[in-house]
Structure formats: C-alpha cells, structure tokens
C-alpha cells in the first residue's frame, strides 16, 4: 500500500545515529544519503520494498510531529519489540505510554512498545503472534 513514510528533522546528524541504531535491531542497513538542489538532506533507510525517510524540512521552516500520527514498525518477536524500545531509549528517544508488552483487544494479541524520536515523531514496534 504505502512506497515510503518520511519524517522531519531539526537534526539530520542526531536522527542519523538514533535511527542507525534503531533501525538496526530490524536489520535495516544505513541510509543512503541525498541532498536536494536547495540543499535539504534527506536520509532514505530502505529495507524489505519499503523504505523509511528522515528529511530536514523543505520549505526551510522547523521540523514538527504530527498529532496523532504513529509510525508502525514489524518484528520479529517480543524480544526484538523489547529491544527496539530499550536501543531508542538509549540513542535519544522518550518511552510513551505503557512499557513494552503483551495487549489483548479486539484485533488479537500483540506485543507492542512506543517510543518518541527525537523530533517527537511517535513510532510503535509491534509484534503479532500467529
């Protein structure tokens, strides 16, 4: 369904090591890095046919989040889930809401962590058991 997600940054730098880091742990290798002509740097992690952008703004105004918006990253098991939270956590990102665990509702049971980046951009690591 979607070709990309992009996110803005106030910090190319800072984002590249939180998201090397983090990206890391679901086996994403380091971004390819491009300038465009007004000389906004943008960071494209692609991984499995998807890929994830971090980009400085283009119109030139700060970077911000989107309330309300999250951005859903798939694993493998509830370890690379606990992982994900506890590599964001130590590269810069905020825990948010509930610690990582095991949730029941209505669409079955899922092990989930949330975090924030550091520009506040909320990201979810989600695994569902079969």
Do not use: W
């Amino acid at each position: 369904m979607f070709s990309h997600v992009m996110v803005g940054t106030n910090d190319i730098e800072r984002s590249r090591r939180f998201y090397n880091a983090l990206l890391g742990v679901l086996g994403v290798p380091e971004p390819v890095q491009n300038e465009n002509k007004t000389g906004q740097v943008r960071l494209f992690y692609r991984h499995d046919g998807g890929t994830f952008c971090v980009s400085q703004p283009i119109n030139g105004e700060p970077a911000t989040h989107a309330n309300g918006a999250t951005i859903g990253f798939r694993c493998h098991s509830p370890e690379q889930v606990s992982q994900f939270h506890d590599v964001a956590v130590a590269h810069g990102g905020t825990s948010i809401e509930e610690p990582p665990g095991l949730r029941e509702g209505k669409l079955g049971s899922m092990y989930l962590a949330y975090v924030r980046d550091p520009d506040g951009n909320k990201l979810c690591a989600l695994f569902r058991p079969k």
